[in-house]
């Protein structure tokens, strides 16, 4: 799979259910990239940690897709699809692939939590 995606990603907010469109995500800062159809999940994973600006080490524990559904008429709904591994981040970029015209923003949000001392350690190594 060749290109690239728009990705907005939320974090440190809410996710709201029961909404008129589904799920929504809200934050004060979102933030937007432009990725690469080939990237990994660890690299996504190493990217969203490095972009939030913090003095505390942490580490991912939890990113949601923001999945659009097509129901009856074309009405479009929102649900979560939790990304855990390469297989689920290429199923997320073939949705977008063919919903970027109609939602050209992967909307995904971001959990983190704090690395302990043992986890850092190994990732230096």
Wanted: glycine share 4%; hydrophobic share 40%.
């Amino acid at each position: 799979m060749e290109g690239d995606a728009f990705m907005r990603s939320y974090y440190n907010g809410e996710i709201i259910s029961h909404t008129t469109e589904g799920v929504t995500f809200v934050c004060q800062n979102p933030l937007s990239f432009v990725i690469r159809y080939t990237m990994t999940f660890a690299e996504l994973q190493n990217m969203l940690c490095g972009s939030i600006q913090s003095h505390i080490s942490k580490r991912v524990s939890n990113i949601l897709f923001r999945n659009p559904v097509v129901l009856f008429g074309g009405v479009v709904k929102f649900q979560t699809m939790r990304i855990y591994d390469d297989a689920s981040m290429h199923r997320m970029f073939q949705i977008y692939q063919h919903t970027q015209y109609q939602l050209p923003t992967l909307e995904l949000y971001v959990e983190f939590k704090v690395a302990e001392p043992r986890e850092e350690m190994d990732e230096e190594e």
